[in-house]
């Protein structure tokens, strides 16, 4: 069996998890992988065999969405010439993890596909939404990478067709402690940002995750560390807490290690604001900016009580087998995975 699994790779989070998945996937048949963006810090082995730009999202040093840059980068003739070239139809299954070129390729050439991941899981209306009224971001939640069947992950099972997040397997054999650090992940803010104000946080030691470093740099109680390898598994494994946006993956890991959490969502993205309401729910707090504020807030966060931890239901392995399942049409309750007509506070 031929096996097509399409990668959106802006962002860290889906190439982390398709990492985690090609073994278990590698099991049904031959995989070949389509990578689609150009904004991520991470180089897994993955058996690419199509690279496209796709549609990559940027962002400036200050917490929001580079819309300048996002549609400066975007060429609407490319996309529609790769969907047109892209070989869909030499597939079993398809596998859509997000991306928008393999959508468009299938639905131009009437193949069947399963969009696969985290963002399958806003197709139920009872996935947590933001309250906020964003046309446009609930607009791409919708049609950015439309399918036939969706099998969705996220922090809960709010749904029949949604699974638990799929945690590495570095974090799921650790042993968890606690070296007294706090280890900090905000890639959509300039390193100068995010250390002029926990310089101003004496007695604590955090360990920032930047682009812009090479090699372990120290500025008094901060610690720059490159991202990608096995440093950040290491950091997360040994923090007191974690300051990250309010992705998926990281935010899901922390909760599932028992780690305190704080979450600033990245201004302007839908997706992380909806992700934000879920998080709520375990009792993490949710900032909407860094500003002149924050050492206080982190003050008053780290005196705050544990969140709840976050129970994983089922293995990588179980929710790979259900996807092929649901791909091959041999799942039990495929019948309950109709696509949705409309996202929940959306017109159809």
């Known amino acids: 069996m031929k096996i097509l699994y399409a990668i959106q790779a802006t962002g860290n989070g889906h190439i982390a998890r398709a990492a985690e998945i090609m073994p278990y996937l590698k099991q049904y048949g031959e995989v070949d992988v389509f990578l689609s963006g150009s904004n991520n810090n991470l180089n897994y082995p993955l058996p690419t065999k199509y690279r496209s730009k796709g549609v990559s999202l940027y ?76 046309f446009f971001g609930r607009l791409i939640l919708k049609y950015y990478a439309p399918a036939t069947t969706y099998v969705g992950l996220h922090f809960k099972r709010y749904d029949s067709f949604i699974f638990n997040p799929i945690i590495k397997q570095d974090i799921l054999s650790s042993d968890a402690s606690d070296k007294g ?48 390898g096995s440093a950040f598994n290491k950091s997360m494994i040994q923090c007191h807490g974690m300051i990250t ?82 791909a091959k049409g041999i799942s039990p309750e495929c019948s309950r995975l109709k696509p949705v007509k409309h996202i929940k506070g959306c017109a159809a």
């Open 245 to 326: 946006g309010a992705g998926f993956e990281t935010p899901a890991e922390a909760l599932f290690m028992g780690k305190k959490l704080l979450c600033i969502p990245i201004k302007g993205q839908y997706e992380q604001l909806c992700n934000a309401e879920a998080i709520k729910q375990f009792n993490v707090p949710v900032v909407k900016k860094i500003d002149d504020n924050f050492s206080n807030i982190i003050g008053g966060w780290l005196g705050s009580p544990q969140p709840t931890p976050l129970v994983l239901t089922h293995s990588t392995a179980d929710i790979v087998e259900y996807a092929v399942g649901v």
């Open 59 to 134: 962002y400036n040093n200050q917490g929001s969405l580079d819309y300048g840059k996002i549609f400066k980068e975007f060429s609407l003739f490319r996309v529609w010439k790769e969907a047109r070239q892209l070989p869909v139809e030499k597939y079993d299954i398809v596998l859509n993890d997000f991306e928008s070129i393999t959508s468009l390729s299938c639905r131009l050439k009437g193949v069947p596909s399963v969009n696969f991941g985290h963002q399958a899981s806003f197709y139920s209306h009872n996935t947590p939404m933001s309250p906020k009224r964003d």
């Open 181 to 228: 650090h706090i280890t900090v992940y905000l890639s959509h803010y300039s390193d100068e940002a995010v250390s002029a104000q926990l310089k101003k946080i004496k007695g604590i030691r955090f360990e920032v995750f930047s682009k812009k470093v090479n090699t372990p740099t120290s500025d008094g109680n901060i610690t720059f560390i490159p991202i990608g």
